[in-house]
């Protein structure tokens, strides 16, 4: 997003970085909500359905009630410091703008020259730990992606032969004769040179109109899936109230990778005509954002039950409209690949490209690009488990963005301004929350990606015996 607006002239870095640069042209009300509804809605709400059933019915939807609420409050605490000109463009480059981000977010505070100087002290100490979690995120989202383009793409051919205008439900999605197909993987591998062709983009700009295509033919694709549902539910409703302790930490993993959307707040803050109408902004967006959550993922169960899939739209029927709305998806998330893969991609390349001559930049830019691709696609054909790679990637990453590090930060550069003890210890509990989170949920998901791996080389290696 922010790729698509340069940075303005005027002060360097270290004078903008704590002032906001009025006068400037900026987005209005309307369009920075628009702005923060796409930076928190993509992949992870199609699996909310799934991390319902791992936590249950109605435990489910009250923690992502409550995640709702801890995200909209680390937000607000963003938004309401009112650093101004903190840019995710300036994150992307080198990490120092994202960590101010985090680290000067103290409600409404103001921030003294004490704690100014400690913040810009604490920058280069941690720029390089932001930039590995950055990185990973990422292309955690890209490795996402692939997974999720080739079970949406595969399950389209594979249906081919038998699909009708009869959208009847059709709860297993299986259809008695199938079109000989390729494992998934293969999919990914028949995917990797459009992709590559696309990181090859030398600017965002470029892609901004099919971006815009992508977003409408999502939104458009997401009222589809809700009337389907909503029409479909199966009465009388016997589902599990509370699921299993040991899926809980799944249901995190997957909601957090959902709500990952805290990286915007600043940028979009500083982007806006009116900064202080921010807050309205974005109690309407999350709002928006965490009913959009809560419906989705609970009334997706409902319908389903527990044949729900790690993506709501494998669960589709195999008649021509759901069949368009999982190739209408796909093609927004092929789109959206290009713009997760920019963030690692700007904190990687430039530094390797400052080494070499001016003649060979371009093809070591491209080279670079292209190992990076194959990178994000080999670990996903490694994994090809959407819903344990989205719980994967939220564990060990988002929740560490996201809960972890701000509270801590917070609390190490403003301690010698009198934070309340009350403020502290909302701090220690969410990054508390954060470290349970990560660890159960990283160790819970590498659990089932073993086991899963392990049952699909057994059921191999019986086949293959049995031939």
Not at 382 to 403: K, M, N, Q, T
Request: proline share 6%; glycine share 8%.
């Amino acid at each position: 997003m922010d790729a698509l607006c340069p940075p303005p002239p005027g002060p360097t870095r270290p004078q903008r970085l704590y002032e906001r640069i009025e006068g400037r042209e900026g987005t209005s009300f309307c369009q920075t909500l628009i702005h923060l509804l796409k930076g928190n809605i993509g992949t992870g709400l199609l699996g909310l359905p799934l991390a319902v059933k791992n936590a249950g019915l109605v435990l489910g939807p009250i923690s992502l009630l409550c995640m709702g609420v801890i995200a909209i409050h680390c937000m607000t605490v963003l938004g309401e410091q009112g650093i101004s000109d903190v840019r995710r463009g300036d994150a992307v480059r080198d990490g120092e703008c994202f960590l101010a981000e985090e680290t000067l977010a103290v409600g409404k505070q103001s921030v003294s020259h004490q704690g100014r100087n400690a913040a810009s002290e604490a920058l280069p100490n941690n720029a390089v730990t932001v930039n590995v979690f950055l990185i990973i995120t990422q292309l955690g989202f890209c490795c996402v992606y692939f997974v999720f383009l080739s079970d949406n793409i595969k399950q389209v051919v594979e249906a081919a032969n038998t699909t009708t205008f009869n959208c009847h439900m059709n709860y297993t999605n299986q259809t008695q004769v199938l079109v000989p197909s390729f494992d998934s993987r293969l999919y990914m591998l028949c995917f990797l040179p459009a992709i590559v062709l696309l990181v090859f983009v030398p600017d965002l700009k470029y892609l901004a109109p099919l971006s815009l295509v992508a977003n409408i033919l999502m939104t458009a694709s997401l009222i589809l899936i809700y009337f389907y549902s909503l029409t479909n539910i199966q009465y009388p409703i016997d589902l599990p109230k509370v699921g299993r302790l040991k899926d809980y930490p799944l249901f995190f993993g997957t909601a957090i990778f959902a709500f990952e959307g805290i990286g915007v707040v600043l940028p979009l803050e500083n982007k806006m005509n009116r900064p202080q109408s921010f807050i309205p902004v974005l109690y309407l967006g999350m709002g928006i954002v965490t009913f959009l959550y809560i419906t989705l993922g609970t009334i997706g169960y409902l319908c389903f039950g527990d044949t729900i899939g790690g993506s709501i739209t494998l669960n589709l029927p195999n008649c021509w409209t759901y069949q368009g709305v999982k190739l209408l998806y796909s093609f927004g998330i092929f789109i959206t690949f290009a713009l997760q893969f920019y963030v690692p991609a700007e904190i990687l390349i430039p530094p390797v490209l400052a080494r070499v001559s001016v003649r060979w930049e371009r093809p070591v830019d491209m080279l670079l690009r292209t190992v990076l691709v194959l990178f994000t696609c080999a670990l996903a054909i490694l994994i090809p488990e959407l819903d344990l790679v989205i719980s994967l990637v939220g564990s060990v990453s988002s929740s560490f963005l996201a809960l972890i590090f701000p509270p801590i930060l917070q609390i190490l550069t403003f301690h010698t301004e009198g934070l309340s003890p009350l403020v502290t210890i909302k701090n220690a509990a969410i990054s508390l929350i954060g470290l349970i989170g990560f660890i159960t949920g990283t160790y819970i998901a590498i659990e089932k990606i073993i086991e899963r791996n392990g049952l699909k080389s057994t059921e191999a290696f019986s086949s293959f015996m049995v031939q």
